[in-house]
């Protein structure tokens, strides 16, 4: 089953970057792409998934143990990650443009990508301590 919360894609739009909505919601899909690859990856069972930006979920049945429930929950910023690296152009902005989601960027699409996975893990890690 797949749920879209659109209140999460709205929070995480808002600290990532409303001037650049489309790639936000690119990351989002990019993100969940990442988780379910994973779950396949695994042999997991994909009950449901969530879409909720970087606060989405995703629910696996039939993993072997608590590292297999790892790598799902941080597959999703690393796919992230992954496109931000490969595209390229993360080292040309600004330091402070990195972290201001106002900040008119020269290649947003990377910037973009790392700043949700950054957001995406800082969640993961809340959730679960």
Known sequence: MLAIDIIGLI?????IGLRYLPYVFLASLIHEIGRMTMAFF???????VTAAGAFGATTVHNLQGNMSALLVIFSGPLANYI????????????TAALFNP????????????LRFAVLSILFNLKTLF
């Open 11 to 15: 929070i995480t739009a808002s600290l």
């Open 42 to 48: 695994l042999q997991g069972q994909v009950e449901s």
């Open 102 to 113: 106002f900040a008119v960027l020269k290649h947003p699409f990377a910037v973009i990508n």
């Open 83 to 94: 496109v931000s690296a490969t595209v390229g152009g993360v080292e040309y902005e600004k």
